[in-house]
């Protein structure tokens, strides 16, 4: 049976991953590589990379990261963050990554998914999209790492990135990310319905059940978290056997 | 031992070197005919779109030299389709080696296209699969499937049974990504190598 995905996600910047992390017996905890493979051997299904470099030498540092995490990982990542250029997704396939993840730049050009799912196979074009909620507004997109609301439909735009060849959709709530409080059931479940594309839920996992209830209420098919997975509040193998215990087919 | 992978653009084909690195065997990416001849082993990995994989086989005449190969072969992914005879992606001739028609997994509220993520492997035959489990996990990324044959030594489901990995004589393949499927992954490519 087809398991649902737990998915640590890694801020980096200049190379070197950031938010201090803290991992018992880790020595470097900002080395990409050596949090990868820990990650790798407790039991992590993929891995996300976010970039938040923002100098010149962005795409020089990040494929480099990437070559470098390829050759020690076996099990599959996603690279994301301020990536728009063909040729940038290019590299950074050619290197090692797995899927690319976009953002502002598939908001900004719709057919930049169009394109690149012909190029290289929807299979590794992850289209990332950051909701948040109103009273007025329903759930809306933002952009700019979630900065600029862009007025349009949450769902509605998943639906369009799916239709245009994203095969997969990386779904944040920023009005769930960093409370705890749990994923945003409502909005993830009415995109699980709205495409046919697998579905990552990310923002506000604080406690094991909030993954219980994001795979059994929303339908997703796999749960992203950074900080509770990086100062150890929950250890992945804990929450598989947790998720097992519910009911919910997980990679042991 | 002289080990060539299939260089025709299609893909991912450095995890599937660095893989071989991590086990470390020094591989050759070529298009090269004559090296991939007279290689002790070949892999054939694959990632992306049907009909312009076999344009590019065409075009650099592997279409007609990969059939009449004798030494240990692996296809991964798209590079275990490309073996049969027909794909539904693109309406593509391909290369024949084997006799299964690739087909599209249709969609339904449980299970998404593509196929993404780790799955479990059932009914496991051949040396490929050597010290594996029934049950044991791997990952796969596929919207295209190859349905259960004679030739199936290995089975996935969704929901349906389809062909996890295939054989026939000197050609073996698998759907999932090996370079990818932690230490059960690791397990078969030694296995692989050691044919």
């Not at chain 1, 050009?109 to 950051?130: H, K, N, Y």
């Not at chain 1, 979630?146 to 735009?157: E, F, H, I, L, S």
């Not at chain 1, 060849?165 to 779904?171: I, N, R, S, V």
Request: glycine share 10%; net charge negative; proline share 4%.
């Amino acid at each position: 049976m087809l398991t649902k995905r737990i998915i640590p996600c890694l801020d980096v910047k200049d190379g070197r991953t950031v938010k201090g992390v803290r991992f018992e017996g880790l020595r470097d905890a900002g080395d990409p590589v050596a949090l990868a493979a820990q990650y790798a051997r407790q039991g992590a299904d993929e891995l996300v990379f976010l970039d938040i470099t923002a100098t010149n030498q962005k795409r020089q540092t990040l494929v480099a990261l990437v070559r470098d995490v390829a050759r020690e990982l076996d099990i599959p990542f996603t690279v994301g963050g301020g990536i728009g250029a063909v040729a940038d997704v290019e590299a950074l396939l050619l290197n090692g990554a797995d899927k690319v993840s976009l953002n502002s730049a598939a908001l900004h050009t719709p057919e930049l998914i169009d394109e690149l799912a012909r190029r290289f196979g929807s299979q590794c074009i992850v289209v990332a999209v950051d909701a948040r909620h109103t009273p007025e507004t329903g759930w809306q997109v933002y952009t700019r790492a979630g900065t600029q609301a862009t007025g349009r439909d949450a769902v509605a735009w998943c639906r369009e990135a799916a239709e245009r060849g994203a095969g997969e959709l990386l779904l944040t709530s920023m009005s769930h990310d960093g409370t705890k409080d749990g994923f945003a059931l409502d909005v993830t479940g009415a995109v699980c319905q709205a495409v046919t594309v697998p579905v990552i839920a990310s923002g506000g996992a604080g406690r094991m059940e909030h993954f219980t209830d994001v795979f059994q209420q929303a339908k997703a098919d796999a749960g992203l978290a950074a900080s509770i997975f990086h100062f150890g509040e929950i250890g992945i193998l804990d929450l598989k056997q947790h998720l097992r215990q519910a009911g919910v087919p997980v990679r042991i | 031992m002289d080990i060539a992978v299939i260089d025709y653009k299609g893909g991912n084909v450095q995890s599937v070197l660095f893989a071989l690195e991590r086990l470390g065997v020094q591989a050759t990416l070529t298009s090269d005919p004559e090296h991939i001849r007279r290689a002790d082993k070949v892999l054939f990995p694959g990632e992306g779109e049907a009909a312009s994989a076999m344009r590019e086989l065409r075009a650099q005449g592997l279409d007609q030299l990969l059939p009449t190969l004798t030494q240990p072969f692996l296809g991964i992914c798209l590079g275990m389709q490309l073996l049969g005879q027909h794909s539904e992606e693109g309406d593509t001739e391909l290369l024949g080696i084997l006799p299964f028609a690739v087909k599209r997994f249709a969609p339904d509220p449980e299970h998404k296209v593509p196929h993404m993520g780790w799955n479990t492997l059932q009914q496991l035959r051949t040396p490929l699969f050597e010290g594996l489990r029934e049950e044991d996990y791997v990952y796969f990324v596929h919207s295209y499937y190859a349905p259960v044959g004679e030739y199936t030594i290995a089975q996935g489901a969704y929901p349906a049974p389809f062909s996890a990995a295939v054989q026939h004589q000197n050609f073996y393949a698998v759907q999932f990504h090996t370079e990818k499927s932690g230490p059960v992954g690791t397990r078969i490519l030694q296995n692989f190598l050691s044919l």
